[in-house]
């Protein structure tokens, strides 16, 4: 019997333990607004970029920034628990390894992306329930109006908008220039491409190529400025336009990095209508998006899918997909899936080309 007592309470132990690290998780869940307004406030104000030459003091860093001493001290502090800076033995403040992706001339910096989750994106967070109602995003539901009408109309906001699209699309693009076949292309054409970021990585990769960059009229100057920064501008022509009216025609390959997922399956379809027309025999269309599994998973790479999911439902009304509703479109437009590569990241390259 007492052995039975002390079983008994040996589960209750692990029981009580496992609900209160359970509770626990939940909790920092709830609470993660923190870390995205922390990050983002000290990429605003540049403290890893005054702290990538040595320590500061909070006094210094004070100046520099022009913040309240006191304050700034309470926000550094928080920030060394995300591990981004080091508070050392004098009270002076250090970058953090993780930290120094904030820099803004870091390799792999995402600064941008810092910036506009915790400024120009998040206001929109707050409506997801009104879209999760409506199945609208919260511009529409408060403008009436769909798409990035909000990026054209501020020229602020969509120069941090397409550098935090660059610096995303950095930390893949290197590996889909090695992953794809271009030893017999000629031209590639980047649609919706931003500033060219997969583009110009491609080019430089593959020194015979030639490219378009084709996206809407305010990214055309900071897409001039990236190819003419990675040396392939005689190779790289600038062309401004919709992908809902018409796509440059006649390239070998044609690249689509995070479209589709920004829009629903008709608009998806006249994207792809437009793909297909443009494509000439034997071209071939490379579709970049986060796949959605048929049941989602705790790991982190199906959590960034369900983030992405929901932050294009409130954000543009659009959706991640499973390969199988990604196949179904593409069959739509008259495309089919030849290959899919393996998934960079929580990115997926699938190559399509048009049925026979």
Not at 295 to 316: I, K, P, Q, T, Y
């Amino acid at each position: 019997m007492p052995a039975a007592t002390s079983g008994t309470a040996n589960r209750t132990n692990a029981s009580t333990s496992a609900a209160d690290a359970a509770v626990g998780r939940l909790l920092e869940q709830i609470g993660a607004s923190w870390m995205t307004q922390a990050i983002s406030v000290a990429a605003e104000l540049r403290l890893p970029d005054l702290l990538a030459t040595g320590p500061c003091t909070v006094d210094a860093l004070a100046r520099e920034t022009q913040c309240d001493p006191a304050a700034l001290h309470r926000l550094l502090r928080a920030l060394t628990s995300l591990e981004l800076f080091v508070e050392q033995d004098d009270g002076a403040f250090a970058l953090a390894p993780a930290g120094a992706w904030l820099c803004a001339d870091s390799p792999r910096s995402v600064r941008s992306w810092a910036i506009w989750c915790g400024k120009y994106h998040w206001p929109v967070w707050a409506n997801l329930l009104d879209s999760v109602r409506s199945g609208l995003s919260a511009r529409e539901l408060a403008t009436g109006r769909r798409g990035y009408a909000h990026i054209e109309a501020d020229p602020e906001g969509a120069a941090i908008f397409n550098g935090a699209m660059v610096e995303i699309t950095r930390l893949i693009a290197s590996e889909l220039a090695r992953m794809v076949d271009f030893s017999a292309v000629r031209r590639v054409v980047d649609i919706g491409g931003g500033y060219g970021e997969l583009l110009t990585v491609i080019l430089s990769a593959h020194p015979h190529l030639h490219g378009t960059l084709f996206d809407l009229p305010h990214a055309m100057s900071g897409a001039a400025a990236l190819a003419g920064q990675a040396g392939v501008s005689d190779r790289c022509e600038l062309a401004s336009g919709s992908f809902f009216e018409a796509i440059p025609a006649g390239a070998d390959i044609y690249l689509l990095k995070s479209i589709l997922h920004n829009w629903d399956d008709t608009q998806c379809g006249v994207i792809l209508q437009h793909c297909r027309r443009a494509m000439p025999d034997g071209a071939r269309l490379i579709v970049v998006e986060r796949v959605m599994p048929r049941r989602l998973s705790a790991s982190a790479v199906d959590r960034a899918v369900a983030r992405s999911d929901l932050n294009m439902l409130v954000g543009l009304a659009g959706r991640e997909r499973t390969m199988d509703e990604l196949a179904s479109l593409l069959a739509n437009a008259g495309l089919r899936v030849a290959r899919t590569g393996a998934a960079v990241r929580e990115f997926t390259a699938i190559e399509a080309m048009p049925l026979r």
